[in-house]
């Protein structure tokens, strides 16, 4: 069972940028999409990107022009690059792996990170 660790994670003023990091235990290019989600406190979870093993992506609008996602299979990593943060962008970051979907709907990806928290404050 593939083990997820997300990293890059911190305190950013509004406008600020961060890059999120996923590394996995084993290939990445096994997995069909790899997942970025986000839970805010008090709200549910949120898919925000994803991309499939054939570079395909998807996103939820209100990250457009302002977050990108990118793989690297050899180091096993899936990066999510987030520019312009805006406070309402404050939750605990997640990725995840489903063997047969990308989407925004958790339901569809079976391992999970342990998170890390994202804080866009001044």
């Known amino acids: 069972q593939v083990q997820l660790v997300e990293s890059g994670g911190g305190l950013v003023q509004p406008g600020g940028s961060l890059r999120l990091s996923c590394a996995a235990s084993?290939?990445?290019?096994?997995?069909?999409?790899i997942g970025w989600f986000r839970q805010a406190p008090g709200k549910e979870r949120e898919g925000i990107f994803c991309i499939t093993n054939h570079g395909s992506t998807w996103y939820v609008d209100s990250v457009e022009g302002r977050f990108t996602i990118s793989r690297d299979n050899a180091q096993k990593t899936v990066y999510l690059q987030m520019n312009n943060l805006k406070p309402e962008d404050t939750a605990v970051y997640f990725c995840?792996?489903?063997?047969?979907?990308?989407?925004?709907?958790?339901?569809?990806?079976?391992?999970w990170g342990q998170g890390t928290q994202v804080t866009v404050s001044s």
């Open positions: 995840a792996a489903s063997p047969d979907y990308c989407s925004g709907d958790a339901a569809d990806f079976n391992h």
């Open positions: 084993e290939f990445i290019s096994d997995y069909y999409g």
